[in-house]
């Protein structure tokens, strides 16, 4: 098989198997890890992968790669995202990779990389690891092989995160959807102390019960079985997210569990410091900032969320798109955390979720996906972006990433997404109805540009 540009993204390497993806080129892909790592005078990796049909086989061909080059590896086997990270971070290796496709059908699938923290390879040595591949890697001479290593620290993964948190007697409804979480979740859970509900917790590559992506409209089985849990979750494919619902089996956005998450770090003293993307509710400096946090707005990806919580010294790290940092338990974005954070503080309080969430309102947002091409979608934002600044003034237009305009009761968000040929609109407001005045003239505004730069 050919090896293709295309399965090389912004923030991992993907395809689908048998059309773009083979043995063969997750060799070369290995091998180009492997050479990147040498370049970087770093020697050894984490290699585990996700519980999708084609990872171990993938799992195998890209750890030859690896080897090859002279790199050793330590190869954890099939798991979770947190077990997998944790071990490359536990064990002090320089690099981790993770064989998964996450949300995706099971047809997909490709391969996650991070240095030893679990902090997510930057877009900028992704780029040269596809350089390498293409170029071709000259492998090691016999003697200079990488060592290669088996274990799995499964049991101390659990074992550890038991020890943070005091959740005893907390019930939870738990939809691990046939994914990577069956293997960890249900015994973790149990064994904290907690009552616990399984559902689909059987593993199966196929994801017959529901899609590997956990929305809400394919969480009607657990919605169903909530009554009685004093709150339900749900995992994607390989459990580097969680999706919460109250015991009312009402969904919680991200937003709303992290405002809930970052009151009680607050209150344990310490940083003040919170990160949320520029995606993220408003929400978070109107519920935080009283309780004096300091809340810096950082760029979409959760390669940035992990690289600016540890520079920044945040206690938490929310993503608009479900990811969660708290580097007082990990310094990466491990599913995990959410639930049990969320059981612990309900164990503190003796309140149940549904008030505490009815204390964060959820704010009317929407978000609107517009075809670009990849050639002017940049050129759109820029050009938008001093419209926007004569418009409403500098001081309410940010371009940290994309044009973000700040408004009395909302905001509007236009952003180019990284891996896809559109621009993104999104838009909040304290009302429905400016909401829906606000998307109205921010896409209007974002058409029109596509239309006049297209020319």
Not at 199 to 220: G, I, K, M, Y
Request: net charge negative; proline share 4%.
């Amino acid at each position: 098989m050919e090896l293709s540009p295309h399965i090389f993204r912004a923030y991992d390497i993907r395809g689908v198997f048998g059309e773009d993806l083979s043995a063969e080129v997750m060799l070369r892909a290995g091998e180009a890890f492997g050479a990147y790592l040498r370049e970087k005078g770093l020697k050894s990796a984490v290699v585990g992968n996700d519980v999708r049909a084609t990872s171990p086989m993938l799992a195998k061909a890209f750890i030859a790669g690896v080897l090859s080059c002279g790199v050793d590896v330590t190869d954890v086997g099939t798991g979770s995202f947190g077990v997998v990270v944790f071990s490359g971070w536990i064990l002090r290796k320089d690099a981790i990779a993770f064989i998964t496709a996450s949300h995706l059908p099971p047809e997909w699938n490709g391969v996650k990389l991070y240095d030893g923290d679990g902090i997510g390879y930057s877009e900028e040595a992704l780029k040269r690891i596809k350089e390498l591949a293409f170029e071709g890697v000259a492998p090691a001479v016999w003697s200079e092989v990488g060592e290669y290593h088996a274990t799995t620290l499964i049991n101390e993964y659990i074992e550890y995160l038991v020890s943070k948190f005091d959740v005893e007697g907390v019930s939870v409804a738990l939809d691990c959807g046939n994914g990577s979480m069956c293997l960890v979740a249900p015994e973790l859970f149990r064994r904290a102390g907690m009552r616990v509900l399984s559902l689909f917790s059987n593993v199966d590559p196929r994801f017959p019960n529901r899609p590997a992506e956990p929305d809400e409209e394919h969480l009607t089985a657990l919605k169903k079985h909530i009554k009685g849990s004093d709150f339900g979750v749900a995992f994607d494919g390989d459990g580097d997210r969680a999706v919460i619902f109250d015991e009312k089996g009402r969904l919680l956005a991200p937003d709303q569990c992290g405002v809930l998450i970052a009151k009680d770090l607050l209150s344990e003293g310490g940083s003040k410091v919170v990160l949320a993307n520029v995606e993220c509710s408003m929400l978070i400096e109107r519920e935080l900032k009283p309780l004096g946090a300091r809340v810096i707005r950082i760029p979409v990806g959760h390669t940035f969320l992990t690289l600016e919580a540890k520079r920044k010294n945040a206690i938490l790290g929310i993503e608009s798109s479900g990811h969660f940092v708290m580097p007082s338990y990990l310094p990466f974005d491990d599913a995990m955390l959410v639930p049990l954070k969320l059981a612990e503080i309900l164990a503190k309080s003796g309140r149940k979720l549904s008030e505490l969430a009815d204390e964060v309102p959820k704010l009317p947002k929407a978000r609107t996906d517009l075809e670009c091409s990849d050639a002017t979608k940049f050129k759109v934002i820029e050009s938008l972006a001093k419209k926007f600044s004569q418009e409403y003034g500098e001081d309410r237009v940010d371009t940290l990433d994309g044009v973000r305009v700040e408004l009395d009761d909302g905001w509007a968000l236009v952003r180019a997404s990284n891996t896809s040929p559109l621009i993104r609109v999104t838009v909040e407001a304290t009302t429905s109805k400016l909401m829906e005045e606000l998307k109205r003239k921010f896409v209007t505004a974002t058409k029109n540009e596509i239309s006049t730069v297209s020319l």
